[in-house]
């Protein structure tokens, strides 16, 4: 099922000559930051380029819910914002939907004020692993009430009198980082985040270009946060760039499907996201950044995907995986059509996001004639070569958008077409996902009924 309604089965058949130009949406991780820090200025914020996924769309709201205006004129997102400290207590529940990132960093973000607040989601993040946030959130003060294992739904009480908190975080996860660095800005002192393995850095920038007192260091231990909390937040104005993850999809397609030629224009390339791109390259895609430049302070370049019949499987550096943690289902896929073994090791993460996602795609993989080997924390596709993949089968979503994204993307070059259940959860980050690849020559379509 999607979670706003009936389950959407869709289509992927054999395609040829994907062409074009690929522009994809805002970056998901930005566009809530942009939300959520708007709501902590004084004053009004205004972004364009926000991603109107669901997931966003559910942050907007519960911005609402804790005191901001926020609305969308024209092509611009307006966020009134209540500064540090001034959320007050939301009357309902919010409701996240798909989003870890949504609520685990409003549930940062409120920590630190004395407010009560009780937070749900659909299925999928109702299973989801909240301990990882709500554990550092104990130690600023803040009280947490969610059912067995730390799952939602919960009720985060903030702390009335919060103190500065220092934490290493135990998994490579910029979720948590952020959640920190958020319940931080409203803690007096300083608030250190110590990350052995360097995750996205998006709330760092963004907390500097909002006027807040951050700085990370390299040291023994990793990277070093710090950040002096009581700030006074300036409004900005923010340009989302694409997203690199989204990006992933059309770049994909384009590597496996004969004769194609796809631009993918101004995708930021910040090295704590781009390590997908350069995975590729390695595995000997024909993928080139052209027009390298500079924007808002982030690399930014159009990636140029061209079919690519001699990938070859190989061994990707453990130490990439936060860089390119959402793209692993999707280069599972490629590594499909490419000839011998990919092995993804450093990826237990991937068994914690919206599905298993090892499992997911592993089961899929396997039913379309791929053999795929997996342990807790890798796994390994046994590549066919280009032409060589059977397909044709029907695989489950499990109310993960990458998921449907991943196998309708196999379908373009697998030799039977492939299904999915529910391609309704492509909406949470990926909303215009079928039109843009269908506007390139993608052969994928809704289904009347489930096969
Ligand atoms: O901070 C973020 O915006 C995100 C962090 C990652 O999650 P983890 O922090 O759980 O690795 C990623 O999977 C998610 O899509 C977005
Ligand atoms: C893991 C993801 O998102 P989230 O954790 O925000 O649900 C994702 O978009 O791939």
């Not at 104990?138 to 799952?151: H, K, T």
Request: hydrophobic share 40%.
């Amino acid at each position: 099922m999607s979670s706003h309604g009936e389950p959407i089965p869709m289509i992927a058949r054999r395609s040829e000559g994907l062409r074009g130009e690929a522009h994809v949406p805002g970056d998901k991780s930005i566009s809530h930051r942009s939300l959520i820090l708007g709501a902590m200025a004084v004053g009004e914020t205004r972004v364009t380029g926000l991603l109107e996924g669901q997931d966003v769309l559910d942050t907007a709201k519960a911005m609402r819910a804790f005191g901001a205006e926020v609305e969308k004129r024209g092509d611009t997102w307006h966020v009134q914002g209540v500064g540090v400290g001034g959320f007050a207590e939301p009357e309902q529940v919010i409701d996240c939907g798909n989003s870890g990132t949504g609520v685990r960093l409003i549930m940062g973000a409120m920590a630190t004020t004395p407010i009560a607040a009780t937070f749900t989601g659909d299925a999928s993040l109702n299973k989801r692993p909240m301990a990882r946030v709500t554990d550092p959130l104990a130690l600023f003060g803040a009280r947490a009430y969610g059912r067995e294992g730390g799952r939602l739904p919960m009720t985060i009480v903030g702390a009335r009198d919060p103190l500065p908190v220092r934490y290493a975080t135990p998994v490579p996860s910029a979720q948590v980082k952020s959640a920190v660095l958020l319940a931080g800005l409203n803690a007096p002192g300083e608030t250190v985040v110590i990350e052995r393995e360097a995750t996205r850095d998006h709330s760092e920038r963004m907390l500097a270009g909002f006027g807040a007192q951050v700085s990370t260091e390299t040291t023994a231990e990793g990277r070093v946060i710090t950040l002096t909390g009581q700030p006074e937040l300036r409004p900005q104005v923010i340009v989302v760039p694409r997203d690199p993850s989204s990006a992933a999809f059309p770049v994909c397609a384009a590597l496996i499907t004969e004769g194609s030629d796809v631009l993918v224009p101004n995708i930021g390339l910040n090295p704590t996201r781009a390590g997908l791109f350069f995975t590729l390259q390695d595995m000997g895609a024909d993928l080139a950044f052209e027009n390298e430049r500079e924007e808002g302070g982030e690399p930014v370049a159009d990636l140029r995907a061209r079919f690519s019949p001699d990938l070859r499987g190989i061994e990707v550096p453990a130490e990439r995986a936060a860089s390119m943690i959402d793209e692993y289902p999707v280069l599972s896929v490629v590594a499909a059509f490419a000839t011998g073994k990919t092995h993804m090791p450093g990826v237990r993460e991937l068994r914690v996001k919206e599905s298993d996602r090892i499992d997911a795609m592993a089961v899929g993989l396997r039913a379309a004639g791929v053999t795929v080997d997996e342990g807790e924390d890798w796994w390994t596709v046994h590549g066919l070569g280009h032409g060589n993949v059977p397909g044709g089968v029907v695989t489950a979503s499990h109310l993960d958008h990458r998921i449907a994204m991943s196998f309708l993307v196999m379908g373009l070059a697998t030799r039977s077409p492939m299904r999915v259940d529910d391609g309704g959860p492509i909406a949470t980050s990926f909303p215009i996902f079928e039109g843009l690849m269908t506007g390139l020559g993608a052969d994928i379509s809704r289904e009347g009924q489930a096969r």
